[in-house]
C-alpha cells in the first residue's frame, strides 16, 4: 500500500533514476512527469488516500475513462499517458509497497478473471526451456562483457527476485574470500553453492532463505571482478593487455556489494532490467542474423521476472513443490504450483525405469 500523498517522493526517485540509466532528454522527462503527476493530482481530487493491491488497476481503469470522456483526449493520447502511468506503477519500489503483480495495458481496458490452469499456461509459455536460457546466455556470453554475464547466470541460477539480486553482498555468498577479495573455488565442480537471501532484502518476508548457484557461476564471479580491477593498455609492441590497477585491487579487497554499476557503487534496479532488455534484443538479432529456428521472441517475452521464472520452472523439474516454494520464498504452495508443468514424456519414462516396482 503507498499513501497517495507519498505517490511524489516516489516519482521523483523513479525519474532520477530512469535519467541516469537511460539518459532521456530533459524534454522526456518533463513530459512523463506531467502525464504521471496529473494521475495523481486525479487520485487526490477524487479522495483516494491510498494505492494498493486492491484498488490499483480499478483506480488506472477510472482514470483513462476520465481521460476519454471528461477530458475529451483522443485514445491515442490517453495511450501515452497509460504507458507512461503503467512503468511507474510497475517500477520495482512502486509494485513492491502495492504488492500487486505486472499490469498491462488489457488489464485496465478488459478485466478478466485468470483461473488458476490459465495462470499455469501463461508462466509455462514464457518460461524459457534450459536450450533457450543457455542460448540467452551464450549470447552475452558472446558479447565479452563479463558482469552483465555474471548477473545473468546468477538470475537463472538462482530464481531470486530484483530487489534480492542488487542488494547482494559478497558475503551473502556462502564461500570463503581470498586476500583479494575473490571467491575461494571448490575442488568440487558440480557442487551448488548456497546463497543466503538477507530478510531485509526479501519481499515480505520475517527471516533469511537459502537459494543456490552452480559452479560455473562462482567463476563469472570471480571473472566479473577481475575484469572490474583490470584495464586494456597498450604495450611496447602495439598490443592491448590487460594491466591490474592498484586502486581498484584495492578497492576490491574490501567491497561489500557484489554487483556495481560504471561507476563503481551498487547497480540499480532499473540498471539490471535494461541489461536484461539489452540482450534479448540482441538475442532476436542473433536468431536473424543467423537464421536459427526458434520460438521465442525473446524481445518481446524475457525480462528480469521472466528469468526467475525460468530458473524456478528449471528447479521444479527436479525438485518438491515444497523445495521450490522454499528456494522462492513463497508464502504458499498454490503459487509454486504455478511452476510445476508436468512432461507426459518424462512421466513415462520415469516410470519406464522403475517398472520393476510395479511389475513385483
Not at 506531467?34 to 487526490?44: D, G, P, Q, T
Not at 485496465?108 to 534450459?130: G, Q
Amino acid at each position: 500500500m503507498i499513501e497517495v500523498d507519498e505517490l511524489t517522493d516516489y516519482l521523483d526517485e523513479y525519474l532520477e533514476e530512469k535519467q541516469e540509466v537511460k539518459n532521456l532528454t530533459e524534454e522526456t522527462i518533463k513530459k512523463q512527469t506531467f502525464n504521471i503527476s496529473k494521475f495523481i493530482e486525479y487520485l487526490e481530487s477524487e479522495g483516494i488516500d491510498e494505492l494498493n493491491s486492491g484498488n490499483v488497476k480499478k483506480q488506472l481503469r477510472h482514470y483513462r475513462r476520465h481521460c476519454l470522456k471528461q477530458r475529451g483526449n483522443k485514445r491515442t493520447t490517453v495511450k501515452t499517458y497509460m504507458m507512461n502511468i503503467l512503468e511507474f506503477i510497475n517500477s520495482e519500489d512502486v509494485q513492491e509497497e502495492i504488492q500487486h503483480d505486472t499490469i498491462k495495458m488489457k488489464d485496465i481496458i478488459e478485466v478478466k478473471a485468470e483461473d488458476p490452469e490459465t495462470a499455469k499456461k501463461r508462466i509455462e509459455k514464457i518460461s524459457l526451456t534450459w536450450q533457450q536460457s543457455d542460448f540467452f546466455l551464450d549470447t552475452i556470453h558472446q558479447s565479452g562483457n563479463a558482469r552483465d554475464y555474471a548477473i545473468c547466470r546468477t538470475f537463472i541460477d538462482s530464481g531470486m527476485r530484483l530487489k534480492e539480486l542488487v542488494l547482494l553482498n559478497k558475503s551473502d555468498i556462502q564461500i570463503p574470500l581470498d586476500e583479494n577479495g575473490f571467491f575461494v573455488l571448490p575442488n568440487d565442480t558440480s557442487e551448488f553453492i548456497d546463497v543466503n537471501l538477507r530478510a531485509e532484502t526479501t519481499k515480505g518476508e520475517l527471516k533469511d532463505r537459502t537459494t543456490f548457484i552452480t559452479f560455473d557461476t562462482l567463476v563469472s564471479l570471480n571473472d566479473m571482478m577481475m575484469d572490474r580491477i583490470t584495464k586494456l593498455r597498450k604495450n611496447t609492441y602495439d598490443v592491448y593487455r590487460p594491466v591490474i590497477q592498484r586502486n581498484k585491487a584495492a578497492e576490491e579487497r574490501t567491497r561489500e556489494e557484489l554487483f556495481t554499476n560504471i561507476k563503481g557503487k551498487r547497480i540499480g534496479k532499473r540498471g539490471v532490467q535494461d541489461i536484461v532488455k539489452k540482450y534479448a534484443h540482441e538475442c532476436d538479432r542473433r536468431i536473424a542474423d543467423e537464421g536459427i529456428e526458434c520460438p521465442v521472441n525473446y524481445s518481446k517475452n524475457v525480462s528480469v521476472h521472466i528469468l526467475r521464472h525460468t530458473a524456478l520452472s528449471h528447479y521444479a523439474e527436479i525438485l518438491t513443490v515444497a523445495e521450490v516454494q522454499s528456494i522462492a520464498g513463497h508464502s504458499n504452495s498454490q503459487t509454486t504450483d504455478k511452476y510445476i508443468h508436468i512432461d507426459r514424456e518424462q512421466m513415462k519414462q520415469k516410470l519406464k525405469l522403475n517398472s520393476n516396482r510395479f511389475n513385483n
